[in-house]
Each structure stands twice: as structure tokens, then as C-alpha cells.
């Protein structure tokens, strides 16, 4: 009854002996012998994180499909009360026993500084009134509520390897700002972090550099720095000023972007940061630098659209939804884990030309095929997995825009208004400071 306990190669990460000291602390064990014992449960959510597209029978199926022998195929109302059973407790703590930047090279770091950012995003979850009592439905451009509910995701995602320093999530009527402050807990000396123009708000930023992390947020153009002593200003053009009771260094910037044809676009950017030292830190390396903050948008369309392919989740129940939001971050934890392994096997090598979607599809395979419920003693830190990442590497990145728009409608009728170019163009980035000029490998 314990054999479909697996996830194919990423048991490596998670095996049962973790599993079960997990359920143990949450007090999860099953007090007799079951047909889905506790163990066996949690590894079906996980397996279920990556199958999404998948009812829990047919995840069920690719558990036991790779093992031989007759395995009866549980009921969905037995899933559905095992499910229950487990509960919450284990999946969080798992999640939280397995979250933080992995193993990385200097390739990711900047000066020394492990580079995070900051950002929420939304999940869709199905309609009904259990979940609708916790998570609202979204609102419509014409007023009231429609579509899903949703639940608001905000995470701290290490640049570079995309991997999940942490992650809260509750009902959409909590705010970012509201959230982000429960990421406190993993920020550090070592670390700086990156976030767009929505969480720069006084009392935030206070809070988050008090934990010693150093800041590099945007500010929007209009809001109000004081500078600290009108006449200094640094050699870069960078200045000092009070941002609520934060000492900052201001940055300004304009960054320009050409496509062949001639065709520019420009924008204004301001920057605030706690690294107040210009020999230490540029005031144009800073700007390049917040480029980064883009990877924390790559990693919520990786699990939003790679992973669950724009889809709701399944769970039809406030704890079932939290419980599958648990799993779904662990098993795209444990994916980017291994893909980082993979990319740190050679120096030389950038972690974004590790493709997330190589990773998720040979995981799939494996959990469909493996032949053993546990891992290997020998350890192999590259696996198959990493073997199919580092046979099919990504190109390296290169300088590109498009406008941020959905390339393709939900609906199947024009949208109205004038026609959108959906195409993708080569481009040149031109960076200005009041001291500097450069041009990026890549767009801001």
C-alpha cells in the first residue's frame, strides 16, 4: 500500500523518511493501516502539482502505472477524505522544511549580494460557496464581481535560479503590502532585494530594511524625495534623501528602447536604495541591475501558465485550496531545485538557459515510469532531469520588447479598438544617468 509513495526522480528531494518525520510533527499518522495511508497522500498532491491538467484518479493512475502489479484504483470520494484527512499541517511544513535560494554560483549574486525580488500575482480557484465565503471573485471592468475567485500569491523569488525563498497567499482582499510584510521572517544581511512601484510604501520599506536586507525599489516618478542637502549630490548623480524614516539613495534614469526600423520608446525611471555608497554601488549598475526584478514574473507565469496552463485549481474548499497551493509551490520549488544542480555542474553556464518546461515534462515522464519507490544511494546531483535540461539549453537571452498585452484573446472575436502588432522585434537599450551612458545586453 506504500509503493505509489513516490515522485519518480524528485522522491531524491523529498523522500519518504521526510515525509513521514513531516506527518509526525503535524501529528498526520494514521492511527491503523489504511489503502491511502498519510504518506502515500501527501506524494499524491505533489504528483498532483504536476499534473494539473489531471483529475486525482488519472494522477493516481501515472503513480502506480510505472510499478507492476494490480493496484485498485481508489474511489474519488476516498481521495477526496484522505485528501481531508492530511489536511494543511503537512503540505506547509514541507514547503516550508524545502523553501530558499538553492545552491548558486557567483553568476547569480551581484557584489556578493544574493538578488531577490518581491511581487504578488493572483491564482484562480473554482467557483462555489465554500470558496467564495473565503476568496472573492474577482471584479469586472463594468463593476461587481464575475469570473473566479482567486487567491493572492506574494513571493520572494531568488534572481537568477527562480527558486522560492518564501511565499504567503490569502484572500484577494488582502493587500500586496499587506502580505509582503509576512516575508520578514526570510530576509537577511546578504541579501538585496528588488521590487516594482507598488511596494515602496514608507512604513513597508522600514520594515523590510530593518531586517538587515539591503532595498532597490522603483519609485514612481512623481513621488516625493526630499533630498537630504539640495547642493551635494553624488559623482554618478545619485543623491541622498529621507524616504519616511529610511535613509535612501535616490536614482533617476532614462531608459530608451529602438527597434531597427527607428521606432523609440522611452521611460523615466527612479530608483531608492539602502546601498547608500556610490563606489560601491553605481548609480548605472543599480539601474542595469533592476532588470533582475523581471525574473519574479517569469517564475509566476511558470507556474501559472506552464505548470497549470491558465487553468482554476481543483480544490472546491477554502483548506483544499490552501493545501494545493502548498503543493504546488513545493513541486515547482523542487523542479527549479533540480535544474539548478544541473546548471551549477558547469561554471560557464547562465540559469536561464535551463528550460522550465524541459524540466517539468521529463519529471512527468519519470513519475510515469520509474520502477522503484525510492531513490538511489548513490546520488546523482544531475539526474535525468538535469540531463534533459542540460541537453536542450535555452539560447542565451537577447535584447527584446513587446508590450505587455495577452498575445492571445480569450475570446475569439476582435478585440475592439485599433489593431495590436503582436510580434516580438530585436532591439538596442540605451541607459541614462545624470553622470553615465551605456547600452545593456538587455532591456530593462
Given at each position: 500500500m506504500f509503493a505509489p509513495g513516490h515522485l519518480g526522480e524528485l522522491t531524491a528531494q523529498v523522500p519518504p523518511e521526510v515525509v513521514d518525520a513531516v506527518l509526525a510533527e503535524t501529528g498526520r499518522?494514521?492511527?491503523?493501516?489504511?489503502?491511502?495511508?498519510?504518506?502515500?497522500?501527501?506524494?499524491?498532491?505533489?504528483?498532483?502539482?504536476l499534473f494539473e491538467h489531471l483529475g486525482?484518479?488519472?494522477?493516481?493512475?501515472?503513480?502506480?502505472?510505472g510499478l507492476g502489479g494490480v493496484f485498485v484504483t481508489p474511489s474519488s470520494a476516498a481521495i477526496s477524505q484522505a485528501l481531508r484527512r492530511v489536511g494543511v499541517a503537512p503540505l506547509r511544513a514541507l514547503f516550508d522544511l524545502l523553501r530558499g535560494p538553492a545552491a548558486t554560483t557567483a553568476a547569480v549574486s551581484w557584489r556578493g549580494?544574493?538578488?531577490?525580488?518581491?511581487d504578488g500575482t493572483q491564482v484562480a480557484i473554482p467557483a462555489g460557496e465554500a470558496n467564495e465565503a473565503v476568496f472573492r471573485r474577482q471584479p469586472t471592468v463594468l463593476g461587481g464581481g464575475g469570473g473566479y475567485p482567486g487567491v493572492r500569491v506574494v513571493a520572494l523569488v531568488a534572481c537568477g535560479t527562480r527558486t522560492l525563498v518564501d511565499a504567503v497567499f490569502g484572500p484577494t482582499t488582502t493587500g500586496e503590502l499587506a502580505m509582503a510584510t509576512?516575508?520578514?521572517?526570510s530576509l537577511r544581511p546578504g541579501m538585496l532585494v528588488l521590487a516594482d512601484r507598488n511596494f515602496p510604501a514608507r512604513d513597508l520599506f522600514a520594515l523590510l530594511a530593518g531586517t538587515g536586507a539591503d532595498l532597490l525599489f522603483r519609485l514612481k516618478t512623481?513621488?516625493?524625495a526630499p533630498r537630504l542637502n539640495r547642493v551635494l549630490s553624488f559623482a554618478d548623480g545619485s543623491w541622498l534623501a529621507w524616504h519616511g524614516p529610511t535613509l535612501v539613495r535616490v536614482l533617476d534614469a532614462q531608459i530608451t528602447v529602438t527597434t531597427?526600423?527607428?521606432?523609440?520608446r522611452s521611460e523615466a525611471y527612479r530608483l531608492i536604495t539602502t546601498l547608500l555608497h556610490p563606489g560601491k554601488a553605481p548609480?548605472?549598475?543599480?539601474?542595469r541591475l533592476y532588470h533582475q526584478r523581471w525574473e519574479i514574473e517569469t517564475a509566476f507565469y511558470e507556474l501559472k501558465s506552464t505548470i497549470l496552463g491558465g487553468r482554476?485549481?481543483?480544490a472546491r474548499t477554502p483548506d483544499g485550496v490552501i493545501q494545493e497551493i502548498y503543493a504546488l509551490l513545493t513541486c515547482y520549488q523542487l523542479l527549479r531545485t533540480a535544474m539548478t544542480d544541473a546548471t551549477n555542474s558547469d561554471a560557464r553556464l547562465d540559469p536561464d538557459r535551463a528550460s522550465f518546461t524541459i524540466a517539468l515534462n521529463t519529471a512527468r515522464d519519470q513519475i510515469t515510469t520509474i520502477q522503484q519507490t525510492r531513490h538511489q544511494t548513490a546520488i546523482d546531483l544531475i539526474g535525468v532531469i538535469g540531463a534533459a535540461v542540460l541537453a536542450d539549453l535555452l539560447p542565451a537571452r537577447r535584447p527584446r520588447t513587446r508590450q505587455r498585452i495577452r498575445k492571445r484573446a480569450i475570446s475569439k472575436y476582435n478585440a475592439r479598438g485599433p489593431a495590436i502588432d503582436h510580434k516580438t522585434y530585436p532591439i538596442q537599450v540605451t541607459l541614462t544617468t545624470d553622470r553615465e551612458i551605456l547600452t545593456p545586453t538587455s532591456t530593462p
Open positions: 499518522v494514521e492511527q491503523r493501516a489504511r489503502l491511502l495511508p498519510a504518506r502515500v497522500v501527501v506524494y499524491l498532491l505533489l504528483a498532483g502539482a486525482w484518479r488519472q494522477v493516481w493512475a501515472r503513480l502506480v502505472g549580494l544574493l538578488v531577490a525580488a518581491i509576512g516575508l520578514t521572517r512623481t513621488s516625493n531597427p526600423d527607428g521606432t523609440t548609480a548605472a549598475a543599480l539601474v482554476v485549481l481543483r
